[in-house]
């Protein structure tokens, strides 16, 4: 399946999607304002239900990143999510 297909089976939910072989992961990207707390943000029950739809069809786990804007440079605030891809990549590829 390719990633024109997997995004619109998943469209609104996952922003970007990253091939492994034949698997795939997805990649939500939520930005937040600097009054924000990203630490009390929830994943609804409808994305939570459309992300382990995916992971179950296409092997690979969703993963949120929040980012905010820094003058004009956008920064990712939850830093150790790029560790979290790595492994989850490392994973697909056995």
Avoid: C
Wanted: hydrophobic share 35%; glycine share 8%; charged share 35%.
């Amino acid at each position: 399946m390719s990633k024109k297909e997997i995004k619109k089976d998943h469209a609104g939910d996952i922003d970007y999607i990253g091939k492994v072989g034949n698997k795939a992961f997805g990649i939500q990207i939520k930005p937040i304002t600097a009054n924000a707390n990203f630490g009390n943000y929830k994943i609804t029950e409808r994305m939570s239900s459309s992300f382990q739809d995916f992971e179950e069809k296409y092997g690979g786990k969703v993963f949120v990143i929040f980012s905010t804007r820094t003058g004009d440079k956008k920064v990712v605030v939850n830093k150790e999510v790029i560790e979290e891809i790595k492994v989850e990549i490392d994973r697909l590829t056995e």
